[in-house]
């Protein structure tokens, strides 16, 4: 499971060093955004804009244009279309790029490289705007959410990151919106202590046995037994329970784990 998160921050790495995004005919114009308009062989109509509060432009010959929410592509057929049933031009070919994005932003808190406010420029997905973010850091969660606001509403999706990077994972990395929210929490701990090499708390990993957590405590000392390991453990009534524990036991958030010293 270290292995398989390591290989999650790596890839986070590499779409973190990839060349800047570009504008792509799926992106949705908005408020703020930058854009340059020719028409092909009318070098008179070319127009820098920037889209209004309204969401619209004024172009020549044929004035407001709503782009907000519409992609380049539209756009594009929008102006050509209002150019040619005005018989201004007989067969227009319109080209939108957007110049300066400043409508769609996400946010991504919590436990990544560089949490902040974040422009979105194209269709962009969760492992983009986490790349954006620098990645994950170290203790940084499996599970991040994902605060969508709807009809007035906060919607709360948890994505699995260890998923998103295996075979199929890509049909489940969520893609994002203007005003979403992303955090990545603290992964969950356990704690060991008594005869083990290094005592502390440590980032539990998926499906983490007993075993497995005594070996990153560093193994037992020449003093410590397997018999009689014990965990403490609250209930769902936040009650501490002692409990007699196996090897192969699943370890679970906030365990505490005591490995007591031989008597022989």
């Known amino acids: 499971m270290i292995g398989m998160w390591r290989n999650v921050l790596m890839l986070c790495m590499v779409l973190m060093a990839a060349p ?5 005919n799926d ?3 908005g408020t703020g955004d930058v854009l340059r308009i020719t028409v092909y062989g009318q070098p008179d109509l070319t127009t820098e804009a920037r889209v209004g509060e309204s969401g619209s432009i004024t172009f020549p010959l044929i004035g407001d244009v709503k782009l907000a929410g519409s992609t380049p592509a539209q756009g594009e057929a929008d102006i050509a279309k209002r150019l ?14 957007v110049v300066q994005y400043r409508s769609q932003q996400v946010s991504v808190l919590g436990r990544v490289n560089r949490p902040g406010q974040f422009t979105l420029e194209k269709i962009s997905r969760l492992t983009d705007v986490l790349a954006l ?10 599970i991040v959410t994902l605060v969508r606001m709807k009809d007035g509403k906060a919607e709360y999706r948890e994505m699995d990151l260890i998923a998103l990077f295996q075979p199929g994972g890509e049909a489940i990395n969520e893609r994002v919106q203007d005003g979403d929210f992303i955090n990545v929490a603290r992964q969950p701990m356990f704690y060991i202590y008594g005869e083990v090499q290094r005592p ?5 990993e998926r499906g983490m046995s ?6 990153v405590g560093g193994g037992l000392t020449s003093r410590g037994t397997q018999r009689g390991i014990k ?11 002692k409990l007699d524990t196996q090897l192969d036991a699943l370890v679970q958030k906030d365990d505490v784990i005591y ?3 031989s008597l022989f």
């Open 259 to 261: 490995v007591k010293e």
């Open 231 to 241: 965990i403490l453990r609250r209930d769902g009534n936040g009650k501490q329970q």
């Open 20 to 24: 800047a995004w570009s504008a792509d």
């Open 210 to 215: 007993v075993v497995q957590a005594l070996s």
């Open 84 to 97: 040619k049933k005005g018989g201004f031009i007989l067969d227009p070919f319109v080209t939108v790029n």
């Open 133 to 142: 973010a620098g990645g994950v850091i170290s203790d940084g969660a499996d």
């Open 27 to 29: 992106y949705r114009m």
């Open 200 to 204: 502390g708390a440590f980032r539990l």
